[in-house]
């Protein structure tokens, strides 16, 4: 089991940036790997990065060079830093631990992109 905890959503207008932090506890050492899923209203979850133990990304197209994840393994924690943020990055945004087929989620933080 593993619990995720996410913090650092918000308010931020247009062109403008958020950090959101992840951390992890639990089963920590059978994490493969990490990632932020995002969810906005009327539309299906969508994958929107992934970070493996050994540091390699993935990103969504949506969010390709404005998003940035990276992560502390000491800590089990993951980070997404947003930049040139726009109305249509406006959702729910989950963090997650991948562990061998399975696929666990945190509560969720909001981010609102609005002027």
């Known amino acids: 089991q593993v619990q995720l905890v996410e913090s650092g959503g918000g308010l931020v207008q247009p062109g403008g940036s958020l950090r959101l932090s992840c951390a992890a506890s639990?089963?920590?050492?059978?994490?493969?790997?990490m990632g932020w899923s995002r969810q906005a209203p009327g539309k299906e979850r969508e994958l929107v990065a992934t970070i493996t133990r050994g540091y390699s990304t993935n990103y969504a197209d949506s969010v390709k060079g404005r998003f940035t994840i990276s992560s502390d393994n000491a800590t089990i924690t993951v980070y997404l830093q947003m930049n040139s943020l726009k109305p249509e990055d406006t959702a729910v945004y989950y963090c997650?631990?991948?562990?061998?087929?399975?696929?666990?989620w945190g509560r969720g933080t909001q981010v609102t992109v609005s002027s």
């Open positions: 997650n631990a991948f562990i061998g087929p399975n696929k666990y």
């Open positions: 639990g089963s920590m050492f059978s994490i493969d790997a």
